[in-house]
Structures are given as structure tokens and as C-alpha cells.
């Protein structure tokens, strides 16, 4: 006799020895049944009594019994076991798919609105396999989550279907591992049924055989056929000696579709038969049907045309007796009786939404610490190409620093021919004056050596004239030399009343005479226009004196530009087109606001460089006579560093207007005491 034939003589055997065991608990609870004393003992009792019956009507008899007697006594836990009993028959006996989940609902508001947790979890548990049976995976899972969330935060025993004493966390993990088989995703399954397994879950002292099951189901789906075969074989006498028989259906089932697998055809016949053949194989539909196509598959692979026909035709007539035309309306009404439960399932759900929520909290407060790992572990890789970079940024700063020192002497050399001549012109003046103080010095000694007073008198009168027209022109010097100064140093930023309208002025023909002074056959045009009563305002003289040189610098450099090309070109020596170089400087007060205008009548500015005439490094000059700085920190210092607008207007052939609008700062007066 083979080892399976005993396997499953001993299985008959165990059935019979149960069996018998469990009619002096049968006949117990029918003696309570028939005190009739309605109390919440005798809804137990029925409830129970429905459980161990395996014909549908008196399972359904017992149960509607308990479920009266319930709702009479206003038994409320009684009431919802009654419907989580009904939903299970309408599964397992009926097939009603609209009815039974809508028994679930109804159990499971119950067991919300009681707060009992444990029918909480079963209810749910029970709803994830419906959905499952139907193939809506994603309600399956929302549910089969549900419930072992709250089977694990609550760690209640409960029924488990129809196990007593099984603890609901290692079913809920089996059951969401079940679901991503159906779904193919068998990694996110093995994760789940090794939770399972990990939990140790014992029948009558053995593992569950369950979760053993699902794990050799897997491998046989990633191909690992050997490690199947032994895990499905080792889950047998677990099934066995847990005396959950139709398990060993499910077994057997995965063992004929794993020998389907291999090829060998015998084996598959042998295990589908043993499915097909049982005494109540329409418990396990799905294993049944997949049973008996293996048998249709390995006949036609082995060539045996009648047999073929004969288990294709049953295969047919058993599918098509499951899923009827009545069943497939059935699960098209499914989402019109889930939408008329909904509002119910968000009020069991309320319940247990705070702990959900702690849940994801932590679970998210767990990938963020791996995350802060992962982050300082790159940390500490990269301090090294962090130091670099930083060395890097500093040389680059040093380097920016020491382009805009070379603009600022850049432009002061540039000015330097202009410094010499406007300096020139006081010179002269202190040495004409000290020439005359000096006749004039021998004069007077004569005159007093004559006694002449009044000759003496006039002659000091003119000393002293000519000692303040000296006086002003070395100051005049002074001034000028204390300007350039501060256009070679760094600004101080210290904000303080200045003379503007002296400011453009000075520096207009400082640019003037230092251009001249380049290219004495340059001549240009000077106007201005000062707005007098601007008077002194506030402004960092350095900064906004590079600002007005480098625009009147850019000014006379467009005109010189366009006059050497109206000369080449011959334009210049036409009257009626002599081309006139004009550059004008202009400010103006408004009233929250003064403006610093420079004119040009060059060539203007084409349409395409006007959006880059401010970016650092551009320009338009040739090689060596522009860094393209200018433009560049002028716009810096006029909007960072005193909050105003730097604008440039001009029309290609006819000129260009940059102005400069600042602010007007009023200083603060001290109060009088």
C-alpha cells in the first residue's frame, strides 16, 4: 500500500473518530436549545449549534433561530455572530454573493458600535475573502489590512471562521498573502506568509498548516518545483494532526498543478482524482475546478482523446453551475450594496482610525531614520569634496574680489588723464596768484618805506584776494585727488549727504578730459541739466559715483564709436548729415524719488543684447578694452545696495538713456530737548 492511500485512510479515520467526539457537545448544546429559557446563552448555543452542521438547511435553521431570539432580547454581540454566521453560509453553501457580504456589513457595524474587537477583525477577515473570491483584489486587501491591524494592536482571539481558539494576526497576514498570489505579486506574498509563518500559530500542539501551504504554493509559481514538493508534502500531517481536513484538498490540489508543471502526468491524475473524488469537494470550488483541468490537461497530454473529452466537458458543467448567469448579476449588484454600506463601514472604521494612524506614524518615523542613516552616511562620504568645494568657492570669492578692484583701477586709469588736466587747472591758478602775492609783497615794502598808507592798504586788500583765490583752488585740488581716492578704495557703506547734481558734473568731464586725453581728435558735446532743487541726499558716494562714471564712460565710448564710423564712412564731412557726438547728463527730483539720466546719441543698443547688458563678464567691446564688470556691479550697487532701479531705453541707430532711479532717504532729526 502506497504512503498516500494511508494518508488518507488515516484522514477518514480521524473524520470518523471527530466526529464521534463531538456528538456529546452536539447533544449538549440541543439540551440548552430546549430549555427555551431566551437568554443570551441560548443564542450561543444555536450559533454554535449552526456551525457543525454540514447541510445548509439546518445550519441556516439554527442560525435565524439565534438571530430572532437575539434581536428580542436585544442580545446585540449575539445578533452580529448571528449575521457573521448567515454571511458565511450565503459563502460557502450558497454562493450569494450581494446577500453574504451584506450579512458582513451588518455584523460588522454591530461589533463597531459594541466596540468588540475580536468580531471587529473576523468580520473583516471574512469580507477580504469575498472580495478576494470575486477577484475586487483591491477591496480584499483594504479589508484583510483592517483586520490585522486590529487583530494585532488588539491581540484578540477570536473564531477565525471556523477555528476556535485561533489567534486572528497569523490568519489576517495568511489571508493578505493569499490575495497577492491572485494578483501575481509572489514577492509581497512570501514577505506576508513568512510574517505568518514567523508567528507560530499551533493546532493541537503543531505548526498551522496553512501558511505552510500558501509558502510551497509560492515556490511552485517561481518554479522552484523540489522545495515545493517538500513543502507541501511537510504540510499534510500538519493538516492531519490540526484535523482541518479540507485543507488537504488544497494540498493536494497545488501538489497535481505542481506535477502538471513537471510532466508527470500519473501524478497529476493521482492528486486531482484524490480532490475530485473527496465527499464534499464543492466546499474548495477553486480547487475542484483546478483539479479536474489538470486531469482534462494530463489526459490530453498523454494522448487518452476520450478521457480528455470526458473531464473538458465536466470541467464546463461544474464552472458553469458555480458561476451562473444568476451568480454573475449577483456580483454586478456588489458595488451598488457596497455603496448603500459605505457610510456604515467609515463608522466601524472611525473607531480604530486613531491606532491606524499611530501605525503609519511610526512606520514613517521608521523609514525616516533610515533615511537620516542613509543621509549622514553620505555625509560622512562626501566631507571631503565638501572641503574641496569650499576651498573652491573661497578662491572663487577672492577671485571675484580681485576682478572688481581691477574694474574700479580700470576705470580710474582711465580717468587719470582726465584727473591730470582738472587738477592742472587750479595748479595753475595757486601758481599764477603766488607769483603776483609776491610782486605784489615787494610793492608794499616800498610803500611803507615812502609812508604811502593808503598805497599799503590797497596793496595788503589785494594780497588778501589773492591769498582765498589760492586757498580755493588747492582745495579745488584737494577735491579732486580725495575723489579719486574713493573711487580706488573700497566703498564704507555708510550712507551720507552728497551734492549729485556736483557728483555728475565732476565726473562728466573727468571722463571727458581722460577720453580726450587717449584721442585728442575726439571732441563731443557735453549738456546738462540739474534739477537744483535736489540739494544734498542720502547715498554712498563711492558707489554711486562708479555708477554715474561707468554710464558717462559707456556714453562717450558709443558716441566716439559711432563718429570714427561716420568719418570711415564719409557721413561726417556732409552738412546735412554731420553726425554731432552729444552726451547728457540730467537729474531730477520727484516726489518719493530723484533720477540720474545719461544720454547718448551713439549707436544704441540692439534688442538682442539688452537682456544680457547686465549679466556679470558681458560685453560688447573688443578683446582687452572691456572686463564686463561695468554694467554688471553698477546695477548691483544701485539695486542691493540702495534699493532703486537701474533702466536702459534705446532705439538701434539713434542713442541710448540709462537711468538711474534711488530713493530720497530722509535723515532722522534728533528731537530738541
Same mark, same amino acid.
Given at each position: 500500500?502506497?504512503?498516500?492511500?494511508?494518508?488518507?485512510?488515516?484522514?477518514?479515520?480521524?473524520?470518523?473518530?471527530?466526529?464521534?467526539?463531538?456528538?456529546?457537545?452536539?447533544?449538549?448544546?440541543?439540551?440548552?436549545?430546549?430549555?427555551?429559557?431566551?437568554?443570551?446563552?441560548?443564542?450561543?448555543?444555536?450559533?454554535?449549534?449552526?456551525?457543525?452542521?454540514?447541510?445548509?438547511?439546518?445550519?441556516?435553521?439554527?442560525?435565524?433561530?439565534?438571530?430572532?431570539?437575539?434581536?428580542?432580547?436585544? @442580545?446585540?454581540?449575539?445578533?452580529?455572530?448571528?449575521?457573521?454566521?448567515?454571511?458565511?453560509?450565503?459563502?460557502?453553501?450558497?454562493?450569494?454573493?450581494?446577500?453574504?457580504?451584506?450579512?458582513?456589513?451588518?455584523?460588522?457595524?454591530?461589533?463597531?458600535?459594541?466596540? @468588540?474587537?475580536?468580531?471587529?477583525?473576523?468580520?473583516?477577515?471574512?469580507?477580504?475573502?469575498? @472580495?478576494?473570491?470575486?477577484?475586487?483584489?483591491?477591496?480584499?486587501?483594504?479589508?484583510?489590512?483592517?483586520?490585522?491591524?486590529?487583530?494585532?494592536?488588539?491581540?484578540?482571539?477570536?473564531?477565525?471562521?471556523?477555528?476556535?481558539?485561533?489567534?486572528?494576526?497569523?490568519?489576517?497576514?495568511?489571508?493578505?498573502?493569499?490575495?497577492?498570489?491572485?494578483?501575481?505579486?509572489?514577492?509581497?506574498?512570501?514577505?506576508?506568509?513568512?510574517?505568518?509563518?514567523? $508567528?507560530?500559530?499551533?493546532?493541537?500542539?503543531?505548526?498551522?498548516?496553512?501558511?505552510? @501551504?500558501?509558502?510551497?504554493?509560492?515556490?511552485?509559481?517561481?518554479?522552484?518545483?523540489?522545495?515545493?514538493?517538500?513543502?507541501?508534502?511537510?504540510?499534510?500531517?500538519?493538516?492531519? $494532526?490540526?484535523?482541518?481536513?479540507?485543507?488537504?484538498?488544497?494540498?493536494?490540489?497545488?501538489?497535481?498543478?505542481?506535477?502538471?508543471?513537471?510532466?508527470?502526468?500519473?501524478?497529476?491524475?493521482?492528486?486531482?482524482?484524490?480532490?475530485?473524488?473527496?465527499?464534499?469537494?464543492?466546499?474548495?470550488?477553486?480547487?475542484?475546478? &483546478?483539479?479536474?483541468?489538470?486531469?482534462?490537461?494530463?489526459?490530453?497530454?498523454?494522448?487518452?482523446?476520450?478521457?480528455?473529452?470526458?473531464?473538458?466537458?465536466?470541467?464546463?458543467?461544474?464552472?458553469?453551475?458555480?458561476?451562473?448567469?444568476?451568480?454573475?448579476?449577483? *456580483?454586478?449588484?456588489?458595488?451598488?450594496?457596497?455603496?448603500?454600506?459605505?457610510?456604515?463601514?467609515?463608522?466601524?472604521?472611525?473607531?480604530?482610525?486613531?491606532?491606524?494612524?499611530?501605525?503609519?506614524?511610526?512606520?514613517?518615523?521608521?523609514?525616516?531614520?533610515?533615511?537620516?542613516?542613509?543621509?549622514?552616511?553620505?555625509?560622512?562620504?562626501?566631507?571631503?569634496?565638501?572641503?574641496?568645494?569650499?576651498?573652491?568657492?573661497?578662491?572663487?570669492?577672492?577671485?571675484?574680489? $580681485?576682478?572688481?578692484?581691477?574694474?574700479?583701477?580700470?576705470?580710474?586709469?582711465?580717468?587719470?588723464?582726465?584727473?591730470?588736466?582738472?587738477?592742472?587747472?587750479?595748479?595753475?591758478?595757486?601758481?599764477?596768484?603766488?607769483?603776483?602775492?609776491?610782486?605784489?609783497?615787494?610793492?608794499?615794502?616800498?610803500?611803507?618805506?615812502?609812508?604811502?598808507?593808503?598805497? *599799503?592798504?590797497?596793496?595788503?586788500?589785494?594780497?588778501?584776494?589773492?591769498?582765498?583765490?589760492?586757498?580755493?583752488?588747492?582745495?579745488?585740488?584737494?577735491?579732486? *585727488?580725495?575723489?579719486?581716492?574713493?573711487?580706488?578704495?573700497?566703498?564704507?557703506?555708510?550712507?551720507?549727504?552728497?551734492?549729485? &547734481?556736483?557728483?555728475?558734473?565732476?565726473?562728466?568731464?573727468?571722463?571727458?578730459?581722460?577720453?580726450?586725453?587717449?584721442?585728442?581728435?575726439?571732441?563731443?558735446?557735453?549738456?546738462?541739466?540739474?534739477?537744483?532743487?535736489?540739494?544734498?541726499? &542720502?547715498?554712498?558716494?563711492?558707489?554711486?559715483?562708479?555708477?554715474?562714471? &561707468?554710464?558717462?564712460?559707456?556714453?562717450?565710448?558709443?558716441?566716439?564709436?559711432?563718429?570714427?564710423?561716420?568719418?570711415?564712412?564719409?557721413?561726417?564731412?556732409?552738412?546735412?548729415?554731420?553726425?554731432?557726438?552729444? *552726451?547728457?547728463?540730467?537729474?531730477?527730483?520727484?516726489?518719493?524719488?530723484?533720477?540720474?539720466?545719461?544720454?547718448?546719441?551713439?549707436?544704441?543698443?540692439?534688442?538682442?543684447?539688452?537682456?544680457?547688458?547686465?549679466?556679470?563678464?558681458?560685453?560688447?567691446?573688443?578683446?582687452?578694452?572691456?572686463?564686463?564688470?561695468?554694467?554688471?556691479?553698477?546695477?548691483?550697487?544701485?539695486?542691493?545696495?540702495?534699493?532703486?532701479?537701474?533702466?536702459?531705453?534705446?532705439?538701434?541707430?539713434?542713442?541710448?538713456?540709462?537711468?538711474?532711479?534711488?530713493?530720497?532717504?530722509?535723515?532722522?532729526?534728533?528731537?530738541?530737548?
Amino acid at each position: 500500500m502506497t504512503k498516500s492511500k494511508i494518508t488518507i485512510l488515516l484522514c477518514l479515520f480521524i473524520i470518523t473518530t471527530i466526529a464521534a467526539q463531538n456528538q456529546p457537545i452536539v447533544d449538549s448544546l440541543k439540551t440548552i436549545i430546549n430549555l427555551q429559557k431566551q437568554d443570551t446563552i441560548q443564542v450561543n448555543a444555536l450559533v454554535y449549534l449552526s456551525r457543525q452542521q454540514t447541510q445548509v438547511d439546518s445550519a441556516f435553521k439554527y442560525v435565524h433561530q439565534g438571530l430572532l431570539l437575539a434581536q428580542k432580547i436585544n @442580545y446585540r454581540k449575539g445578533e452580529a455572530d448571528c449575521f457573521l454566521q448567515i454571511g458565511g453560509i450565503n459563502r460557502f453553501f450558497l454562493n450569494d454573493y450581494s446577500t453574504g457580504i451584506q450579512n458582513l456589513f451588518d455584523a460588522l457595524k454591530i461589533y463597531g458600535d459594541i466596540n @468588540y474587537t475580536t468580531g471587529v477583525a473576523e468580520a473583516h477577515l471574512n469580507l477580504q475573502g469575498w @472580495y478576494r473570491y470575486i477577484g475586487d483584489y483591491k477591496n480584499a486587501l483594504m479589508h484583510a489590512f483592517a483586520g490585522q491591524q486590529t487583530a494585532e494592536s488588539n491581540n484578540v482571539v477570536g473564531r477565525a471562521f471556523t477555528f476556535e481558539g485561533h489567534r486572528l494576526n497569523p490568519l489576517a497576514l495568511a489571508e493578505i498573502a493569499e490575495t497577492y498570489i491572485q494578483m501575481n505579486q509572489l514577492d509581497s506574498a512570501e514577505f506576508y506568509i513568512q510574517k505568518s509563518i514567523n $508567528q507560530n500559530e499551533l493546532f493541537n500542539g503543531s505548526k498551522w498548516n496553512f501558511p505552510i @501551504y500558501m509558502l510551497g504554493t509560492i515556490q511552485n509559481l517561481k518554479g522552484d518545483y523540489k522545495l515545493a514538493l517538500a513543502t507541501f508534502r511537510s504540510a499534510i500531517p500538519l493538516a492531519i $494532526q490540526n484535523e482541518t481536513f479540507h485543507d488537504t484538498l488544497q494540498i493536494y490540489s497545488g501538489m497535481s498543478t505542481l506535477f502538471k508543471n513537471t510532466k508527470e502526468l500519473d501524478s497529476v491524475i493521482y492528486y486531482a482524482k484524490m480532490v475530485n473524488e473527496s465527499s464534499d469537494p464543492g466546499r474548495e470550488t477553486h480547487y475542484w475546478l &483546478n483539479s479536474i483541468n489538470n486531469i482534462a490537461q494530463a489526459y490530453k497530454l498523454k494522448g487518452n482523446i476520450d478521457s480528455t473529452l470526458k473531464y473538458t466537458e465536466y470541467f464546463h458543467h461544474v464552472k458553469d453551475s458555480i458561476f451562473s448567469r444568476d451568480k454573475d448579476r449577483a *456580483v454586478q449588484n456588489i458595488g451598488f450594496n457596497e455603496k448603500l454600506k459605505q457610510q456604515e463601514l467609515i463608522s466601524a472604521q472611525n473607531k480604530f482610525k486613531s491606532r491606524l494612524q499611530l501605525y503609519v506614524f511610526i512606520a514613517g518615523l521608521l523609514v525616516l531614520l533610515l533615511i537620516i542613516g542613509i543621509l549622514w552616511h553620505n555625509t560622512l562620504e562626501k566631507q571631503k569634496a565638501k572641503s574641496k568645494i569650499e576651498k573652491a568657492y573661497s578662491e572663487l570669492k577672492n577671485t571675484q574680489s $580681485q576682478l572688481i578692484q581691477s574694474e574700479k583701477m580700470a576705470s580710474l586709469g582711465e580717468l587719470t588723464a582726465g584727473i591730470a588736466h582738472e587738477i592742472q587747472n587750479p595748479l595753475n591758478f595757486v601758481n599764477n596768484f603766488s607769483e603776483v602775492n609776491s610782486e605784489l609783497i615787494d610793492e608794499l615794502g616800498e610803500e611803507v618805506d615812502k609812508g604811502n598808507l593808503d598805497e *599799503v592798504k590797497i596793496i595788503a586788500k589785494d594780497i588778501r584776494e589773492n591769498e582765498q583765490k589760492i586757498n580755493f583752488h588747492g582745495k579745488r585740488a584737494d577735491a579732486i *585727488v580725495k575723489g579719486m581716492l574713493q573711487h580706488s578704495h573700497s566703498s564704507s557703506g555708510v550712507k551720507e549727504p552728497t551734492d549729485i &547734481n556736483a557728483l555728475a558734473d565732476e565726473y562728466l568731464r573727468l571722463a571727458y578730459h581722460g577720453l580726450r586725453a587717449k584721442d585728442n581728435s575726439f571732441n563731443a558735446t557735453m549738456k546738462t541739466d540739474f534739477d537744483k532743487t535736489i540739494g544734498k541726499i &542720502n547715498i554712498i558716494p563711492q558707489d554711486i559715483g562708479r555708477v554715474v562714471l &561707468n554710464l558717462i564712460t559707456n556714453a562717450f565710448y558709443a558716441v566716439n564709436e559711432k563718429a570714427t564710423s561716420a568719418e570711415a564712412s564719409g557721413d561726417a564731412r556732409a552738412e546735412d548729415t554731420k553726425y554731432e557726438p552729444t *552726451v547728457t547728463v540730467s537729474t531730477k527730483k520727484e516726489s518719493d524719488k530723484f533720477i540720474v539720466s545719461v544720454e547718448d546719441n551713439g549707436n544704441g543698443i540692439p534688442d538682442s543684447v539688452k537682456k544680457k547688458i547686465f549679466q556679470p563678464f558681458f560685453t560688447t567691446k573688443p578683446t582687452g578694452q572691456g572686463t564686463g564688470l561695468g554694467l554688471s556691479m553698477s546695477h548691483d550697487i544701485v539695486t542691493k545696495g540702495h534699493g532703486g532701479v537701474l533702466k536702459v531705453a534705446s532705439k538701434e541707430g539713434e542713442g541710448t538713456t540709462f537711468t538711474v532711479a534711488l530713493p530720497i532717504i530722509k535723515e532722522n532729526k534728533k528731537p530738541k530737548k
